[in-house]
């Protein structure tokens, strides 16, 4: 892969990665980034978002999610008091489904998809995000991933677990919860990483990520916040304006291999990074996320030892809670380009309190958060 300007190497004096527009070569995807910082000065006269809704119902029954509600299949909740999982009543993957047939050319080609739809409710109560839940209320919902990874990867080969967070992001529902989809098939980001992060370890004797993860522990420009187990660095090829990404220090292939310990240091930097995005523009802050690791099912069998566990947080806001990032024209043209510098979001997630701004205007603790 080249970015077009192989011959140029080294940082010159002048070069000031805010003020000079460069490229950045994202390792896990195989593809450049273009950053152009000075761009942030520019006016906005686009469109503004809706600020998410700061009242939601604690408990509303109209609420397919909600504990004791009616769901579309007629099915009724139970009361339940932490988290709570059923089959998706709409689900993209089923168990089973016909063979779509051999291709008759190649450039049509199809083949099954199979698999099994989850949504998983964080909390009984609507109001109820991640940063404002206790450490041990978190640490049920890493639990239960952990559990689910086990359960679906014994035979699935890849069970993506994510969190759509927001309107802004096609969350269709305020209530806390992430889907997982467990596919007979690698996707397409599990594909490309698997390749990628194979080809590194080949070639450098070292996985990526653990390389990467003990790069940025040393540098530190980029990091948001770090515990004994994890870090949460703005990547250097970061794409999306507060994008971040959540490694564990350790060596790590997937979700249900992590310890006690490693489990409720996760809740811990959970906790924080969530309540930073929080109070970066004083709102329940919008995004995707979701657990990369090693492949299972079958390759439970296979030397995965090229993967590291991680967690992508793709945020879409860009510089208040009302201006969002668009990866439009250039973006879907060309390539990724991004507005500030990696450097810069994680200097001002850095700098944020890790006291959630709810809970420091009303003075309230989290029984009481309306
Ligand atoms: P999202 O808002 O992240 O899409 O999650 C809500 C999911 O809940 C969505 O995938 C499912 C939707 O299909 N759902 C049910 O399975 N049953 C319902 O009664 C409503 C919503
Ligand atoms: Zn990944």
Known sequence: MDSGDSADKGPKEDFQPSEHQHVRYNPLRDEWVLVSAHRMKRPWQGQLENPPSDHVPRNDPSNPLCPGAK?????????????????????????????????????????????????????PWSDMTLPLMSLLEIRVVIDKWAEIMREQG??????????????????????????????????????IEDRTQKKYLLEHKVPMLVEYGTLEATQKDRLVVENEDWLVVVPYWAVWPFQTLLLPRRHVLRLQDLTHKERDSLASIMKRLLTKYDNLFEISFPYSMGWHGAPTGPHLEDDCSHWQLH????????????VRKFMVGYEMLAQAQRDLTPEQAAERLRGLTEEHYKLKQTGTDQQNLQ
């Open 311 to 322: 967690a992508h947080y793709y945020p879409p806001l860009l510089r208040s809670a009302t």
């Open 154 to 191: 014994g035979t699935y080969p890849w069970v993506q677990i994510f969190e759509n967070k927001g309107a802004m992001m096609g969350c269709s529902n305020p209530h806390p919860h992430c889907q997982v989809w467990a596919s007979n098939y690698l996707p397409n980001e599990a594909q």
């Open 71 to 123: 769901r579309a299949n007629g099915e009724v909740n139970p009361l339940y008091e932490s988290t709570y999982l059923f089959e998706n009543d709409f689900p993209a993957l089923q168990a089973d489904s016909p063979e779509p047939g051999t291709g008759v050319h190649p450039l049509l080609q199809a083949r099954s998809a199979r698999g099994i739809c989850t949504v998983m409710c964080f909390h």
